[in-house]
C-alpha cells in the first residue's frame, strides 16, 4: 500500500511551538517556495530569510532527517548518497538560507520521533498532515497526492473502493498514515472482515511481500 494519502503532504517540520519556531517555520515556507520558483537557477543566500533565523540555526546549522526509502522522492543511493527531488529541494533551500544542512537517511518510522525529540530539527519525506500530527509538529506543505492499493496486474483482485480491501492482507510501512486509515477501515466498512496489516520498515520490503504473496496488496 502507498504511504501517500488524501489530505496535504508535507516536506518540512518543526516540533516546538515557541516563537523562535513558528519565525523558523515560516521561513522555511518562504524558502521552500523560493527554491522550488527558481529551479534550477544558480542559488544565492537571501539575506532577508538568514538575517530572519533564530541565532541557533545560524551557529549550528540544521539537522535534516530524509526518508532513504522513497525513491524518486528520497532515498539512499548504492553508493549511501540522499537523492531525489525533495533532497535537490533541501539542498536549495540550504544554499537560500546560507546556513549549513546536515542530512541524515533513516527510516519513515523515525522521523517523527526524532522531530519530537528534538533530535531533528526538520524532516523530509511525504508524511500526511493530520490532525494527530499536527498536535506536536508544525508542516510546510507542497503538494497533494492520493492512496491507492497496488497489486501485482496478473492478480485476480479487483480494489475499486477501500471496501473491495476488506478481508485481505495488506503490506504497509511502518509509521505512516496508512496504518490509521486501515484501522478505520477496520472499524467500518470492514468490521466484520477486518484487513489484516502487515507492517514493514521499508518499502521496497512492502513490496516485495506483495510479489511474494506474503501479502495480496
Not at 527558481?38 to 541557533?56: F, G, K, R, S, Y
Not at 540550504?94 to 522531530?115: H, K, M, Q, W
Request: proline content about 4%; charged content about 25%; overall charge neutral.
Amino acid at each position: 500500500m502507498n504511504k501517500g494519502n488524501q489530505r496535504t503532504q508535507s516536506r518540512t517540520h518543526r516540533v516546538r511551538y515557541n516563537k523562535e519556531d513558528v519565525m523558523f517555520k515560516s521561513i522555511l515556507a518562504g524558502c521552500v517556495l523560493s527554491a522550488v520558483l527558481t529551479m534550477p537557477a544558480l542559488a544565492e543566500v537571501i539575506p532577508a530569510l538568514h538575517d530572519a533565523l533564530p541565532q541557533e540555526y545560524k551557529e549550528n546549522g540544521v539537522k535534516a532527517a530524509v526518508f532513504n526509502d522513497w525513491a524518486p522522492d528520497e532515498f539512499q543511493d548504492a553508493d549511501g548518497q540522499l537523492k531525489g527531488w525533495s533532497v535537490d529541494i533541501a539542498k536549495e533551500m540550504e544554499e537560500r538560507l546560507g546556513v549549513p544542512f546536515t542530512f541524515e537517511g533513516t527510516s519513515f518510522d523515525a522521523i517523527i520521533p526524532g522531530l519530537q525529540s528534538k533530535r531533528f530539527d526538520a524532516g523530509f519525506s511525504s508524511f500526511g498532515t493530520t490532525a494527530e500530527r499536527l498536535k506536536t509538529l508544525d508542516f510546510v506543505s507542497q503538494r497533494k497526492i492520493g492512496t491507492s492499493f497496488a497489486y501485482p496486474a496478473q492478480s485476480k483482485l479487483d480494489i475499486k473502493t477501500a471496501a473491495d480491501a476488506c478481508g485481505l492482507t495488506v503490506a504497509v510501512l511502518n509509521g505512516s498514515w496508512d496504518l490509521g486509515l486501515l484501522e478505520k477501515l477496520n472499524a467500518n466498512e470492514c468490521k466484520h472482515n477486518p484487513v489484516t496489516m502487515q507492517t514493514h520498515g521499508t518499502q521496497a520490503q512492502a513490496e516485495l511481500a506483495v510479489r511474494s504473496q506474503r501479502a495480496q496488496a
